[in-house]
């Protein structure tokens, strides 16, 4: 089955820097690529999701990067702010199994 | 449109029960995957829904069962509690299941 590994698992990062977070997945089957960000106490939401279809996805001050070959898929998030502080996970399916997740990235954004 | 609603939100109970959790999906998903959330091992898969049909299922004891009814409502059991099932347990909607998924607030539960 689908293995995905995500790094690192902790990231601290300055307000205004950039933040990246890197994974991993084992079936070249994969063809989806969310992001989840939970905060403390709450529900984990979709922040941007990416095909295999497509290279690269931006939403402001987020984009996704996915390469094939390699099998990897990283996040990135710019000019972060203490807001972003949550922890992320990355996860990817292929058509018609399950949604396998990452370890997840606990990010703090120090102000 | 109401999100994914998901009771009880919290449960306490002692080893060797059983207990049931209900997912209420957004209206017009057809499509409900259950996960455990834990410190250390992040979300785990437990099983998708569709159409009333079990569709893909984790790496879970036959303790942890599930199903789904007619109007996309599903419910999870579990059967002789242990204390390592204490946890966090979201449920999660999409329209097909391919497709982006919402969750609900999640149950905690909790086994003394």
């Known amino acids: 089955g689908e293995n995905v590994e995500q790094h690192p698992s902790t990231l601290s990062v300055q307000e205004g820097d950039s933040a990246v977070i890197k994974c991993t997945y084992s079936?070249?089957?994969?063809?989806?690529f969310p992001w989840y960000k939970q905060e403390l106490g709450k529900r984990p939401q979709l922040i941007i999701d990416?095909?295999?279809?497509?290279g690269e996805k931006k939403d402001q001050r987020i984009a996704v990067t996915l390469n094939k070959t390699a099998k990897h898929f990283s996040l990135h998030i710019t000019e972060t702010q203490p807001e972003d502080s949550a922890v992320y996970f990355c996860?990817?399916?292929?058509?018609?199994?399950?949604?396998?997740f990452g370890g997840g990235t606990r990010v703090l954004v120090k102000p | 449109k109401a999100g994914v609603t998901q009771t009880p939100r919290y449960l306490i109970k002692t080893r060797g029960q059983q207990v049931t959790l209900s997912c209420s999906p957004i209206?017009?998903?057809?499509?409900v995957s259950w996960y455990q959330q834990t410190p250390g091992q992040g979300l785990q898969f437990l099983f998708e829904y569709f159409s009333e049909t079990q569709r893909n299922k984790g790496n879970f004891p036959g303790r942890f069962s599930g199903r789904q009814f007619s109007n996309s409502r599903s419910e999870m059991n579990v059967s002789t509690l242990e204390l390592g099932d204490s946890a966090l347990y979201l449920c999660?909607?999409?329209?097909?299941?391919?497709?982006?998924?919402?969750f609900g607030p999640g149950t905690r539960l909790t086994v003394l």
């Open positions: 079936d070249s089957a994969s063809n989806y």
């Open positions: 999660a909607s999409s329209l097909r299941g391919g497709d982006e998924q919402f």
């Open positions: 990416i095909r295999s279809n497509v």
């Open positions: 209206s017009g998903h057809r499509s």
């Open positions: 996860a990817a399916r292929a058509a018609g199994n399950k949604l396998t």
